[in-house]
């Protein structure tokens, strides 16, 4: 039996892919320190013999290093996202340490490393759409806005160097923003959870700056699809991958069709706020869409879900699950 | 007095700045583990009252506790560097931990930081010359080359972090190549050592790609300056700061004129190695040329050396080291 170690598990896309992995028969593990994830999202994998979860923080180095289950493939979606005035640190070191952590232990255990990263990466980079070669634009150290993508390059790289020197076989992944049922309603896994949520009560919709900037989505079912391939198949060992799907839309369009979708008669409210209000030194990007070539070529991973669909099954699920 | 810690004081640029900070009356604290370092670089230092040499790794958290009582200034200059011949992971660990350390000890001093960055982070950004807020282009994380730039990155990042989340005085320097006596003899070094070298052997001169990608090169006496004129003066505080001399030239030109410096009217002798010969891929940077008027203006640093000057006393050093058996 195939054993997968999920840090991150309790998460969003951690707890899916658990489920997924044990009906595909699979033994899986789950880390989490519960800080943002929570135990509910497992509420189906728990009564599995062949799950196991651990409430632990991945810095937490003493219980690392006792663990001594032999893994085959461990996923690291553990993660900080979005500094917020006051958590850069924290985002760096959880992202830069928690990646080491990861890869000493995969390193003990010759196991491969499947790295969650970002499509926040390729940062300004102006050529769309961005293909796993595309260059990195990163804009000044001062803003603190580049914090989380800078400590998933590092990470990225950090990846590719243990390769190097011990063989462990990683795989990079670049995610788009992923949405679906249980995804985070506050902001933290994109802007489509607060639109939700504010659609349902009939509220103004908060944009971020002129509501004009370009996102690629994925629905949860695709990315989870993506990332089973990428542990079913060894031969793309080695290789960073997009993500995502062929749908990028405008997060004004977005707020719009969520509001269509969730089925309010009237003209949505749109509450326009300045980047400046929000953070310092902040910095849009202004277009992001990803070229999945590589993806369906090596995996023959295809993003299936159309985002009317997939937006309507989130919100029937926060219909279902949220309002109180 | 003031004491100054210096990280990598045994290294070239290391070793330039404490003998100036010396002369200027610092108490100065050297830390290197002679990695790459010589204790020769420091001879003309080493024993001085107002100079003390500790070897040991800026991983080591512990003895920065121990050497840092009394210091007012780090200036963290020791980095690990190339990962163009591999160890990429070296140069992310030892980076990263490195300015990490540097931050944890001064936070709980209330030091100012001077951290060296490098004019690598700009990367492949076109648009020239690089001003200090210009963007960084990074490519894949499959070349391995980008290691360093991004270490150094994540590094900034901490610098202005510790700023804002504890109020900490930091400043990070990037540095545009520099070259001079006691210059690493390897690529480590830059390319003009390497020249040197070819041309005093009479051997041809390995010249990667075609020879066109420009760089500037600054006189270490230069670069020493700038740094010093950072630690002084509080305008640096909570910025970025360019340091480097601004005159662009191609490194076939710069091989050429080496090789006139040394060998007079001699054709150059030149081989041409194409980058697929590098072990892994390898991506270079065509251009690089520093934008340095807020050094200037705010901070006086004016890089004063010529290129022949500065490469003509370079030479006469290397001359002096060289075997030629």
Not at chain 1, 187 to 194: E, F, K, L
Not at chain 1, 270 to 295: H, Q
Not at chain 2, 224 to 252: C, F, H, K, P, Q
Request: aromatic share 10%.
């Amino acid at each position: 039996m195939i054993h997968v170690l999920i840090t991150g598990a309790a998460g969003f896309l951690g707890s899916h892919l658990a489920e997924r992995l044990l009906e595909e028969g699979f033994q899986v593990t789950g880390i989490d320190d519960l800080s943002h994830g929570i135990l509910d999202n497992l509420s189906r994998c728990l009564p599995s013999p062949h799950f196991t979860f651990y409430e632990k923080d991945i810095l937490d180095e003493r219980f690392l290093m006792g663990f001594s289950e032999k893994v085959d493939v461990l996923v690291h979606f553990a993660t900080y996202k979005i500094p917020r005035e006051g958590e850069g640190l924290r985002t760096l070191e959880v992202n830069t340490k928690g990646t080491e952590a990861i890869l000493k232990l995969a390193r003990g255990n010759r196991c491969r490393v499947i790295f969650g990263s970002t499509d926040d990466v390729y940062g300004k980079n102006p050529e769309l759409p961005f293909s796993e070669e595309s260059a990195l634009v990163i804009g000044n150290s001062r803003s603190i806005r580049w914090s989380d993508a800078i400590s998933k390059i590092y990470s990225e790289q950090l990846c590719l160097a243990y390769q190097d020197e011990y063989q462990i076989p990683v795989n990079i992944l670049r995610f788009a923003i992923i949405y679906g049922p249980r995804q985070r309603m506050d902001g933290w896994g994109g802007p489509q959870g607060v639109f939700i949520e504010r659609a349902l009560k009939r509220e103004s919709l908060p944009v971020h700056g002129d509501g004009l900037q370009i996102r690629n989505f994925v629905y949860l079912s695709d990315a989870v699809e993506g990332i089973t391939r990428v542990i079913k198949n060894e031969g793309v060992c080695g290789e960073v991958l997009n993500i995502g799907s062929s749908q990028s839309l405008r997060i004004l369009d977005l707020a719009y069709l969520i509001w269509s979708l969730v089925g309010n008669p009237e003209r949505p409210n749109i509450e326009f706020i300045s980047y400046s209000d929000l953070w310092r030194d902040y910095e849009d990007v202004r277009a992001r869409e990803l070229d999945l070539t590589k993806a369906k070529y090596l995996l023959g991973y295809e993003a299936e879900t159309q985002i009317e669909e997939g937006l309507r099954k989130t919100i029937e699920w926060y219909r279902e699950n949220c309002r109180g | 007095m003031k004491t100054i810690l210096v990280t990598g004081a045994a290294g070239f640029i290391g070793s330039h700045l404490s003998e100036l900070l010396v002369r200027r009356g610092y108490q100065v604290i050297g830390l290197d583990n002679l990695s790459y370092g010589s204790l020769q670089n420091l001879t003309s230092i080493l024993h001085d009252s107002n100079f003390r040499f500790i070897q040991g790794d800026v991983r080591d958290r512990d003895l920065f506790e121990k050497i840092s009582d009394s210091v007012e200034a780090f200036i963290h200059l020791a980095a690990y560097k190339i990962p163009r011949y591999g160890n990429a992971l070296e140069t992310l660990d030892v980076n990263a931990k490195g300015i990490e350390n540097v931050l944890k000890v001064a936070q709980k001093r209330g030091c100012k930081v001077l951290f060296a960055s490098t004019s690598d982070v700009y990367g492949k950004n076109p648009n020239l010359p690089y001003s200090e807020n210009n963007d960084f282009y990074l490519g894949s994380p499959q070349v391995r080359r980008w290691s360093y730039a991004i270490s150094k990155i994540l590094g900034e990042h901490l610098c202005f972090l510790y700023g804002k989340e504890y109020g900490l005085r930091t400043v990070v320097l990037r540095y545009f190549g520099s070259y001079g006596p006691r210059q690493n003899l390897t690529w480590w070094g830059g390319p003009q050592s390497i020249f040197i070298d070819c041309a005093l052997k009479n051997k041809p001169m390995p010249i990667h790609g075609d020879g066109l990608q420009t760089r500037s090169f600054t006189y270490i006496k230069d670069t020493a300056d700038g740094t010093l004129r950072a630690l002084e003066r509080e305008e640096a505080t909570g910025r970025v700061v360019n340091i480097g001399a601004d005159a662009e030239i191609s490194i076939l030109d710069l091989g050429k004129k080496i090789w006139k410096l040394i060998r007079g009217s001699d054709p150059p002798q030149i081989e041409f190695i194409p980058y697929r010969q590098f072990p892994g891929r390898y991506e270079d940077v065509r251009r690089r040329i520093p934008d340095i008027r807020w050094a200037r203006e705010v901070l006086g640093f004016h890089p004063r050396t010529s290129l022949d000057e500065g490469l003509q006393s370079t030479i006469e050093w290397q001359k002096g080291i060289t075997s030629f058996g």
